[in-house]
Nanobody, 115 residues
Framework: QLQLVESGGGLVQSGGSLRLSCAAS????????MGWFRQAPGKQRELVAVITSGGRTNYADSVKGRFTISRDNAKNTVYLQMNSLKPEDTAVYYCKYEVPPYNYWGQGTQVTVSS
C-alpha cells in the first residue's frame, strides 16, 4: 500500500508562483509515471503534467511554458513548479502515482490564484 502526502498549495496573486510536492511512503517497489491533475469547481479532473520513470514529460497546453514537473526518485517525490499563475489555475491539485497495476492518488491541495 502506498500513501501520498501533498503540500505546497495556498493563496497567491496572479503572476505569482507556487511549488507543490507529493511524497510517497509505504510499500514502494516500482513507481512508473507520476503526474499532477487538477479539478476546478464544476469541472472534470484534468491532466496538468506527467513525468515517466525515464524523465519524459508531458504538459497540458494551458500550462506549457509556465509549469515544470520534476521527480526525485531517491525521495519518491514529485514536484510541480508553477510560475506566472493565473486565476484560471485555481483548482484542487492532485498527484497520482502509477504503480502497475494500481494507481494511487493524493488527498488534494487547494491552489487559489487571485486577480
Amino acid at each position: 500500500q502506498l500513501q501520498l502526502v501533498e503540500s505546497g498549495g495556498g493563496l497567491v496573486q496572479s503572476g505569482g508562483s507556487l511549488r507543490l510536492s507529493c511524497a510517497a511512503s509505504g510499500s514502494i517497489f516500482s513507481i512508473n509515471a507520476m503526474g499532477w491533475f487538477r479539478q476546478a469547481p464544476g469541472k472534470q479532473r484534468e491532466l496538468v503534467a506527467v513525468i515517466t520513470s525515464g524523465g519524459r514529460t508531458n504538459y497540458a497546453d494551458s500550462v506549457k511554458g509556465r509549469f515544470t514537473i520534476s521527480r526525485d526518485n531517491a525521495k519518491n517525490t514529485v514536484y510541480l513548479q508553477m510560475n506566472s499563475l493565473k486565476p484560471e489555475d485555481t483548482a484542487v491539485y492532485y498527484c497520482k502515482y502509477e504503480v502497475p497495476p494500481y494507481n494511487y492518488w493524493g488527498q488534494g491541495t487547494q491552489v487559489t490564484v487571485s486577480s
